[in-house]
């Protein structure tokens, strides 16, 4: 009797280890999955530019989700406004301290389906504040399933890359081995009192 109550023991262990691995499956989706910002260079400061927020891989579709976003050093780069895709009919913002922002989106229509790859999230506009290079940091606060289930995903930051203006033609500085400025010489009124000398044809 007792060997009997040990097997049927050991059974129900079993049982709920597989069950238990069937819902690890169902919550966490394939390891390629993940959301990340894609680089984003703007030509100098003042001008834009947009970062685009990518699910890698919807496994199980896509139902929800809630991801924050921010550019880490303020002074090389501000997001100034989110486009969200056709899909998000039924969207949000919030703007937090520090410039962070939450963005939320839902698919109402069911429009991204099981196995969708490339899935753009958002589209954020930003705009170059001084030259410099700062990552845009991506952190997934949740997201759900075509089931409704919540699911693990990584956020995977990108890098915001702000270049130098261009140089204005003219206003090279020159300088010696000394690294003294070289101010060229540039021709002047002639002295008081001085005549032009006149060049004497020849004969």
């Not at 819902?23 to 990340?36: D, E, G, I, Y």
């Not at 540039?186 to 020849?202: Q, V």
């Amino acid at each position: 009797m007792a060997m009997h109550v040990a097997w049927r023991g050991e059974h129900t262990v079993r049982r709920y280890g597989i069950l238990f691995a069937v819902l690890l499956v169902l919550c966490v989706p394939a390891a390629a999955a993940t959301v990340s910002a894609r680089d984003c260079t703007i030509p100098a400061p003042g001008e834009s530019g947009e970062c685009v927020l990518v699910l890698d891989e919807a496994t199980a579709g896509l139902s929800e989700f809630e991801v924050m976003v921010r550019v880490e050093d303020p002074g090389t780069g501000t997001i100034t406004s989110v486009q969200f895709p056709a899909f998000a009919r039924l969207n949000s913002q919030n703007r937090m301290p520090g410039g962070a922002l939450i963005l939320k989106g839902a698919d109402t229509n069911n429009k991204v389906r099981a196995g969708d790859r490339n899935v753009v999230l958002a589209t954020l506009r930003v705009r170059g504040e001084a030259a410099g290079t700062t990552p845009i940091q991506v952190t997934v606060l949740g997201m759900k399933d075509d089931n409704g289930v919540t699911c693990t995903v990584p956020g995977t930051n990108g890098r915001l890359v702000v270049l130098s203006p261009p140089a204005v033609p003219g206003n090279q500085v020159m300088t010696d081995v000394t690294g003294d400025v070289i101010v060229p010489d540039r021709p002047g009124p002639p002295e008081e009192g001085g005549t032009t000398p006149i060049a004497t044809p020849t004969l």
